[in-house]
């Protein structure tokens, strides 16, 4: 089996995030998420019959009964005799209804890793806590807000006012929030993109320290895989939905009192972790268009040297084509332009861009 090229599978995994990006973008504040989403996914697929690998979709649009296109335990890539075997993680668009009203904090995410090595977690929901190298070691999921909030002021050397934690605005962390409130630091409410928002904890000049609510499990672990790398945490517990659900996983011999790590949740020395921005975020910009060029801000990441790269990338929009599986072949940004300004509010099942 063939070894994995570096520099060869980094740039193509950014290949597959820029296309997810740039198409998904073109329905930019049309207000259609399912559109948002059947664009990246279209060609996030189509670009990964451009890899070599034998690929496996391990977290993708769900189970094949509820997914027709990326879906859990879909091969992907060329799968040529020698290639090399790798578990896939994907997020086409992490926060479609963010892109559907122009909001920022959208990404496009790819995970690669040695086969076996990426984990499954049954419950939809998880509740999690991310926190960059200043504070890995020295939080706990487990400790009351207020607790952590002390600790992580005197870790950073700063007063708890100067602390900023971001929660998802939702009903459910109503007490978290209250609690954030009581104790005098910094609130950051977003609307969607946590995935974005858990690995800004970790990245320089974000203003974000810590990242903490009930969130998509799959998002935790396309976290953890660029935690990895960025040497910042992640703690994750299961989180059930309703009572029914913890009574069905338990039976199952899951442990809703289990605290998973960052190397519970992305196993394995070789992870390679890649971002497109589709939207303006805390750590990456989304996509511009400009005279007839689409710029696109992308991160990719690889845990066994510890490289991070941040590449902006050109697009002649003449000249800039991207493979559409539903099309089974290349076409220009331009005319998939076209259809999208003509076909607004086209919904997932029909979104062939045909």
Not at 195 to 217: F, K, L, Q
Not at 276 to 284: A, N
Not at 309 to 318: E, G, N, P, Y
Request: hydrophobic share 40%.
């Amino acid at each position: 089996m063939k070894q994995l090229n570096y520099p060869e599978i980094t740039l193509d995994l950014v290949r597959v995030t820029e296309a997810a990006s740039l198409t998904s973008s073109l329905y930019l504040g049309f207000g259609n998420k399912e559109a948002v989403d059947g664009a990246a996914v279209d060609a996030m697929r189509g670009m990964l019959d451009y890899m070599d690998m034998k690929g496996i979709i391990v977290i993708g649009e769900g189970e094949k009964d509820e997914a027709p296109m990326l879906y859990i335990g879909e091969h992907v890539g060329c799968w040529a005799d020698d290639s090399p075997e790798l578990d896939i993680a994907v997020d086409p668009v992490d926060g479609t209804r963010l892109v559907s009203y122009g909001l920022p904090n959208a990404v496009s995410v790819m995970v690669a890793a040695e086969r076996g090595k990426i984990a499954y977690l049954p419950t939809f929901y998880s509740y999690k806590l991310a926190v960059g190298p200043e504070l890995k070691g020295r939080l706990d999921i487990n400790a009351s807000i207020r607790e952590n909030l002390r600790i992580a002021a005197a870790a950073l050397g700063v007063p708890i006012s100067e602390i900023t934690v971001v929660v998802l605005n939702r009903d459910r962390h109503n007490p978290i929030i209250e609690e954030i409130r009581k104790v005098g630091a910094r609130i950051k409410l977003i609307g969607d993109g946590d995935i974005a928002a858990a690995i800004a904890t970790a990245m320089p000049d974000t203003g974000v320290d810590i990242y903490i609510g009930i969130g998509g499990s799959p998002e935790a672990i396309l976290a953890a895989a660029a935690m990895k790398t960025l040497n910042g945490e992640m703690q994750v517990k299961l989180w059930a939905k309703d009572d029914a659900e913890r009574e069905r996983f338990e039976k199952e011999g899951w442990n809703f009192d289990k605290i998973y790590y960052t190397d519970d949740l992305i196993g394995g020395d070789d992870v390679i972790f890649a971002a497109t921005g589709v939207t303006d975020g805390d750590f990456l910009k989304g996509v511009k268009f400009l005279k007839g060029t689409a710029i696109t801000e992308s991160l990719v990441m690889r845990s066994s040297s510890a490289t991070i790269r941040k590449i902006q990338t050109h697009h002649d929009l003449s000249r800039k084509t991207i493979r559409i599986k539903s099309l089974n072949g290349d076409e220009k940004i331009l005319n998939i332009n076209k259809r999208s300004i003509s076909n607004p509010n086209l919904g997932f099942s029909n979104m062939m861009f045909r």
